[in-house]
């Protein structure tokens, strides 16, 4: 596996294939402690919404501080082209927002039941600004 092109941000852990319910990006989970003592995965405190990809992708491109507070990064979301997108997104609604937004494109890994990183979805070959989620 390829190391991803932008840091990690933590979108969700997905265990699954597409349709299970860990493939949804929704809000705030907690990360292992040895992934969060890394500091190389940011993780929005969405706590009140369904929008952890939202968040996420915001943070990947436009990377302010603070940026695991939503407050942070709600300011940025006009940014981005986010229509025809119902939250929480399911993985494979991930070429939604790469149509609406056609500069960037979205990797997205999952954790296994051994705490090991996988590829969900890493389908772009055009070089594009990545936004990589976990």
Same mark, same amino acid.
């Given at each position: ?9 933590? @979108?969700?852990? &997905? ?9 949804? @990006? ?10 969060? &003592? ?17 968040? &996420? ?8 501080? !603070? ?16 229509? @025809? ?9 991930? @070429? ?10 979205? !990797? ?16 772009? &070959? ?9």
């Amino acid at each position: 596996m390829q190391p991803p092109t932008a840091p990690l941000n933590a @979108g969700t852990t &997905a265990n699954e294939v597409e349709n299970q319910p860990s493939t949804n @990006g929704s809000s705030y989970i907690r990360l292992p402690a040895h992934i969060e &003592a890394k500091n190389a995965v940011t993780n929005p405190q969405n706590f009140s919404d369904e929008r952890c990809l939202q968040y &996420a992708f915001i943070t990947s491109v436009v990377c302010p501080e !603070k940026a695991h507070r939503v407050s942070v990064l709600r300011k940025y979301s006009h940014l981005f082209n986010w229509e @025809g997108l119902n939250f929480s997104v399911k993985v494979r609604d991930l @070429g939604i927002l790469e149509k609406n937004n056609p500069d960037y494109s979205v !990797k997205v890994y999952g954790l296994n039941q051994w705490e090991k990183i996988y590829p969900i979805r890493v389908e772009r &070959a055009i070089p594009r600004r990545m936004c990589t989620c976990f």
